[in-house]
C-alpha cells in the first residue's frame, strides 16, 4: 500500500497526498541523475582548489571564537551557522561530522576541518534543521548534541520530528512553510525553498524542506537553507522583510542542466540579495563537501563576477571563513 502523508493539506500546493512537492516544474528524474553521474566520472570532476587542499583550508579556515557574551553570528562551514542571542546559542543545520553520509565509510567527505565541536559549546537551546539530506541534518552530531544537551530543542519542518524523537529527542516543534513559533525573545518560521527530501530509498519527499526566518528585537534573519531559484522566493522579503542578515547558497550549481532545479548559483544568488535590499549576506553551502562539479575555491570567484555584473558593493556580499564571527550589534552599521 502506498504510504499516505498524514500532514496532507488538499488546500496547499506544496502538499500532496503522498508527501510534499514544490510548486515549480519539478526537479531532474533519476535518470538524470545516473547521467550527472557517469559524465563527472568520466571527466574526473570535481577538481581539488588550485592552490590545492592545505592552501585552500588556510585562506578559509579559523577556529570559532566564542569569547564574549555578545548576540553574535558565526559561519561554521557549509551551511552550519551559530546564533547567540540573548546568551541563548542555536545551530542551524549543523554537520559537523568526518563525512556526511548514511555510510560511515563512503559518500561525501569533508575537505576542510569543523571550526568547532559539540564539546565546544558553553550552552545550546535551539536547532534548527532545513531538511533532511545528510549534509544538512547530520545523525552522528545529533546524538552528540542530544548526549550533552539532552533538554535542547529541535525545530524542523513538517514531516521530520518522528526522526528526532526515534533519536531520543524530547523536545520537538515541526512547522509547516509560514508557520511560526516563538521561544522567549525569538520568533522562529518557516519560509518556502525550491528543493525535496530524502534519507532512504523509500522515503522520498516525506518530509518538508524550508528556509527559516528567525527574529529577535536586534535581528531579522532569513536563512534560505538549500534551494534552487525560484521567484517563489522573492514572496520571503516581501512578507517578512526588511531583514538585517542574509544566508543565502552559492555552491554546488555545477552543472547547471542538473543542479539548476535544487541549488542556485551565486548570480542568482546575488539576484535575491538584491532584491532584499542588499542587507549584509553569508554565503553559504560551498568550502567543505564536494557535492558537484566546481572545485571548492570556484564559488567565492563567481560570486565576486556576479556582483561586479549586478553593479553591487562586494561589502555586503563576501565569503566569510569557515569558523569567522559577526556580532549583532554591528548589522546596523553595515548597511
Given at each position: 500500500?502506498?504510504?499516505?502523508?498524514?500532514w496532507y493539506?488538499?488546500?496547499?500546493?506544496?502538499?500532496?497526498?503522498?508527501?510534499?512537492?514544490?510548486?515549480d516544474?519539478?526537479?531532474?528524474q533519476?535518470?538524470d541523475?545516473?547521467k550527472?553521474q557517469?559524465?563527472?566520472?568520466?571527466?574526473?570532476?570535481?577538481?581539488?582548489?588550485a592552490?590545492?587542499?592545505?592552501?585552500?583550508?588556510?585562506?578559509?579556515?579559523q577556529?570559532?571564537?566564542?569569547?564574549?557574551d555578545?548576540?553574535a553570528?558565526?559561519?561554521?562551514?557549509h551551511?552550519?551557522?551559530?546564533l547567540?542571542?540573548d546568551?541563548?546559542?542555536?545551530?542551524?543545520?549543523?554537520?559537523?561530522?568526518?563525512?556526511?553520509?548514511?555510510?560511515?565509510?563512503?559518500g561525501?567527505?569533508?575537505k576542510?576541518?569543523?571550526?568547532?565541536?559539540?564539546?565546544?559549546l558553553?550552552?545550546?537551546s535551539?536547532?534548527?534543521?532545513s531538511?533532511?539530506?545528510y549534509?544538512h541534518?547530520d545523525r552522528?552530531t545529533?546524538k552528540q548534541?542530544l548526549?550533552?544537551?539532552?533538554?535542547?530543542?529541535?525545530?524542523?519542518?513538517?514531516?521530520l520530528?518522528?526522526?528526532?524523537?526515534?533519536?531520543?529527542?524530547?523536545h520537538?516543534?515541526?512547522?509547516?512553510?509560514?508557520?511560526?513559533?516563538?521561544?522567549?525573545?525569538?520568533?522562529f518560521?518557516?519560509?518556502p525553498?525550491?528543493?525535496?527530501?530524502?534519507?532512504?530509498?523509500?522515503?522520498?519527499?516525506?518530509?518538508l524542506?524550508?528556509g527559516w526566518?528567525i527574529?529577535h528585537s536586534?535581528l531579522?534573519f532569513w536563512f534560505?537553507?538549500?534551494t534552487g531559484?525560484?521567484?517563489?522566493?522573492?514572496?520571503i522579503?516581501?512578507?517578512?522583510g526588511?531583514?538585517?542578515?542574509?544566508?543565502?547558497?552559492?555552491?554546488?550549481y555545477?552543472?547547471k542542466?542538473?543542479?539548476q532545479g535544487q541549488?542556485m548559483?551565486?548570480?542568482?544568488?546575488?539576484?535575491l540579495?538584491?532584491?532584499?535590499?542588499?542587507?549584509?549576506?553569508?554565503?553559504?553551502?560551498?568550502?567543505?563537501?564536494?557535492?558537484a562539479?566546481?572545485?571548492?575555491d570556484?564559488?567565492?570567484?563567481?560570486?565576486?563576477?556576479?556582483?561586479?555584473?549586478?553593479g553591487?558593493?562586494?561589502?555586503?556580499?563576501?565569503?566569510?571563513r569557515?569558523?569567522?564571527?559577526?556580532?549583532?550589534e554591528?548589522?546596523?552599521?553595515?548597511?
Amino acid at each position: 500500500m502506498a504510504w499516505k502523508n498524514p500532514w496532507y493539506n488538499p488546500h496547499l500546493e506544496h502538499h500532496s497526498p503522498t508527501g510534499f512537492k514544490n510548486p515549480d516544474p519539478e526537479l531532474p528524474q533519476k535518470r538524470d541523475f545516473k547521467k550527472w553521474q557517469k559524465e563527472r566520472k568520466a571527466a574526473g570532476l570535481p577538481l581539488p582548489p588550485a592552490a590545492g587542499y592545505p592552501s585552500f583550508i588556510s585562506q578559509w579556515c579559523q577556529q570559532t571564537d566564542l569569547t564574549g557574551d555578545q548576540d553574535a553570528a558565526w559561519w561554521l562551514g557549509h551551511a552550519a551557522l551559530m546564533l547567540r542571542l540573548d546568551g541563548k546559542y542555536t545551530l542551524i543545520d549543523p554537520a559537523l561530522s568526518p563525512r556526511v553520509s548514511p555510510l560511515s565509510f563512503y559518500g561525501p567527505q569533508r575537505k576542510t576541518p569543523a571550526p568547532l565541536q559539540i564539546a565546544d559549546l558553553p550552552a545550546l537551546s535551539y536547532v534548527v534543521i532545513s531538511h533532511s539530506h545528510y549534509d544538512h541534518l547530520d545523525r552522528s552530531t545529533i546524538k552528540q548534541i542530544l548526549r550533552r544537551f539532552p533538554q535542547v530543542e529541535f525545530i524542523v519542518p513538517l514531516g521530520l520530528a518522528p526522526w528526532f524523537k526515534r533519536l531520543g529527542a524530547r523536545h520537538v516543534t515541526q512547522l509547516d512553510w509560514w508557520q511560526a513559533t516563538q521561544r522567549g525573545s525569538m520568533t522562529f518560521q518557516a519560509v518556502p525553498a525550491r528543493h525535496w527530501s530524502m534519507r532512504t530509498l523509500w522515503n522520498r519527499n516525506r518530509s518538508l524542506w524550508c528556509g527559516w526566518v528567525i527574529r529577535h528585537s536586534r535581528l531579522n534573519f532569513w536563512f534560505s537553507g538549500d534551494t534552487g531559484y525560484s521567484e517563489n522566493l522573492l514572496t520571503i522579503p516581501d512578507r517578512l522583510g526588511p531583514f538585517n542578515l542574509l544566508a543565502l547558497p552559492i555552491g554546488a550549481y555545477a552543472p547547471k542542466w542538473f543542479m539548476q532545479g535544487q541549488h542556485m548559483d551565486p548570480s542568482q544568488s546575488v539576484h535575491l540579495h538584491k532584491a532584499a535590499g542588499c542587507p549584509l549576506t553569508i554565503p553559504i553551502h560551498w568550502g567543505v563537501f564536494e557535492l558537484a562539479d566546481e572545485p571548492l575555491d570556484e564559488p567565492p570567484l563567481a560570486l565576486r563576477q556576479a556582483l561586479i555584473d549586478a553593479g553591487l558593493s562586494a561589502q555586503f556580499f563576501r565569503p566569510w571563513r569557515i569558523g569567522e564571527r559577526y556580532l549583532v550589534e554591528n548589522l546596523n552599521n553595515s548597511s
